[in-house]
């Protein structure tokens, strides 16, 4: 069999979008768009086959779940369940245990990408407060998503693509939300005993860059203990209020008595008043802790509500009437319609209630506010500095079991069968608006766009693939390579889509070896499924690059690493998948 000219033209196409990827710094859905704009401007896909995958059902779920997720965060449903399912272990192997089983099994029914977003800051947090480099905590995070979205059929996004293109060339195929379990979770668990075994010598000790440049000012702030706490009873240790990241608790007041040096033994009280100095990070951290609120009254005297305001940094300039006076006295409150939660002024520690401090010119103000404040008070004369502090909106934790409620509904439904993916996810997001959850424009910011786009377009590229023949070639040489053996030739195909998948994106990888797998089975006439089967896994697997899967990328900063720590410890797991997929996938899906 030998390509005609449009062939070629997509084969090239198909090899100049892999290596802008791999060798550039420009945006997957960028370079995965222009691929199929040169496609369709040179006649071999028409404008139906290149924006087909725009409609389809896997794209739509992935968007869906977004929503959820950041649903999840937002009460701080997250926060809550990685308080008590990570603890405090004191030994490594022990927080990468407790950390990658849980992930790993909620990452089955949840997209990867958005539980890295979820956990990364909580995981960085938790690793400073262990006194453990994150360096050996983040790379295991991402694998442990990876290695639990191949569980089920919605764990990850590719999963979806693949079963979206099944659905497509054969509607008589079926896969089930836990079929794909018969491998992927014999893969989890040899992949997780890999990375608690490996991890001690191939995992570097690396301190994240952005930790070289951390916000040295340091603020006052005053926290309650509210009536009902979950913190009430609990020892300063057994609360996480200890080795709080870039905070110190200074001090307690209770009825009117203040304890100094508190011991970690000292068991909280519903109305204490604990006074902690720390970075902006840290008061933001406490701020979303449950059962605390800042101690001033004069956040529930705000206009509107409280889930809508966020944290704002202000320099109080020598020009601000309230200059001289104390906060409460200049009714700081009543001015502003903002009030203030914590105030720096050149490292020093504040004594007495945040209302008494007389402010200064050049005092740092860390204010609760609603957004529109920066705009109206950023060209006053009365601060110098005016700035939003990002991530800093208050939970909903009164939410939290409605959140999880949604959640559990949805895993349900889609686990039965009673509603399919897409459904089911579509009215969970709208349940998560609908009950508060999650505002119209947090649900709307929390889509990340640009992978839905590159999703897209990848389908693009594969139907250019198969519908010039290009697909059935690459197909007859992978055969070839085979022999003509089955067996052989899913080897092929899986290892040649874990090639495709460390240089493009998972989802491009599986959406343009799967016409190739389709082409691959029928040529040996021969069931589709194991091929379909080994696409999906490889598709969802890569742990030697940072840029073939996203969840590895979004690690990469933050966890200090380098491409080559990809390589040497993820290198060995991509092959350990691989034999365990190509042993099991026969026995469950016969030739």
Same mark, same amino acid.
């Given at each position: ?148 979205? +191949? ?429 365990? +997929? ?10």
């Amino acid at each position: 069999m030998t390509l005609d000219v449009s062939g070629l033209v997509a084969l090239a196409v198909t090899a100049a979008v892999g290596v802008a990827l791999a060798v550039t710094r420009l945006a997957p859905d960028l370079v995965l768009v222009g691929g199929v704009t040169v496609l369709l401007a040179l006649g071999i896909l028409s404008p139906r086959e290149a924006l087909a995958g725009l409609a389809n059902e896997g794209v739509a779920t992935v968007g869906a779940l977004f929503i959820i997720a950041a649903a999840l965060r937002e009460t701080g449903a997250v926060a809550m369940v990685t308080d008590r399912v990570l603890g405090r272990p004191r030994r490594l192997a022990a927080a990468q245990a407790r950390l990658m089983v849980p992930v790993t099994v909620v990452s089955a029914f949840l997209n990867n990408t958005p539980i890295v977003a979820v956990m990364l800051p909580a995981v960085r947090d938790w690793a400073k407060r262990l006194d453990l480099p994150a360096s050996k905590l983040l790379l295991p995070l991402s694998y442990a998503t990876i290695l639990g979205g +191949t569980c089920t059929l919605i764990g990850t996004s590719t999963n979806l693509v693949v079963y979206g293109l099944l659905r497509v060339r054969a509607p008589e195929a079926h896969l089930g939300l836990f079929d794909i379990a018969w491998v992927g979770v014999p893969c989890a668990v040899a992949g997780l005993a890999y990375v608690l075994v490996a991890s001690r010598w191939w995992l570097p000790d690396r301190r994240p860059v952005s930790s070289v440049f951390a916000n040295p000012r340091e603020y006052t702030v005053e926290m309650l203990v509210e009536p009902g706490s979950p913190l009430v009873g609990r020892t300063i240790e057994e609360a996480g209020l200890r080795h709080l990241p870039g905070a110190y608790l200074v001090e307690i007041e209770r009825e009117g008595e203040v304890l100094p040096a508190v011991a970690s033994t000292q068991r909280l009280r519903a109305g204490d008043r604990l006074v902690f100095t720390g970075v902006v990070e840290s008061v933001v951290d406490l701020q979303k802790i449950r059962g605390l609120t800042p101690a001033t009254d004069q956040i529930f005297k705000l206009n509107g509500s409280r889930a809508q305001r966020r944290l704002v940094e202000a320099v109080v300039s020598d020009s601000c009437p309230l200059v001289g006076r104390s906060i409460r006295e200049g009714r700081f409150r009543s001015v502003y319609n903002a009030a203030v939660i914590a105030v720096a002024r050149n490292g020093e520690r504040l004594h007495g209630r945040i209302g008494d401090i007389v402010l200064r010119p050049g005092d740092v103000l860390l204010l609760e506010a609603h957004p529109a404040f920066v705009a109206q008070h950023r060209n006053l004369r009365d601060f110098f500095l005016v700035s939003l502090v990002r991530d800093s909106a208050p939970p909903r934790h009164d939410r939290v079991p409605v959140a999880l409620a949604v959640l559990l509904g949805v895993v349900v439904a889609a686990g039965t069968g009673w509603l399919g993916m897409l459904p089911a996810a579509m009215i969970g997001a709208g349940l998560m608006i609908l009950t508060r959850c999650l505002s119209t424009s947090s649900a709307r910011q929390s889509v990340d766009w640009s992978v839905l786009v590159a999703i897209a377009a990848s389908f693009g590229l594969g139907r250019a693939l198969e519908a010039t023949g290009a697909a059935a070639w690459v197909a007859g040489h992978l055969v070839g390579l085979g022999g003509g053996h089955p067996w052989l030739a899913l080897a092929s195909v899986y290892l040649t889509t874990m090639v495709f998948n460390a240089f493009v994106t998972n989802n491009a990888a599986a959406a343009l070896m799967f016409p190739i797998a389709v082409a691959a089975a029928e040529r040996l006439g021969v069931s589709l499924m194991p091929f379909v089967v080994a696409v999906m896994m490889a598709g969802s697997n890569d742990f030697a690059t940072p840029f073939g899967y996203q969840t590895n990328l979004m690690v990469y900063g933050p966890g200090g690493y380098r491409a080559v720590d990809y390589l040497r410890f993820g290198g060995p797991l991509n092959l350990l998948v691989a034999a365990v +997929t190509l042993a099991l996938v026969p026995l469950r899906w016969p030739f």
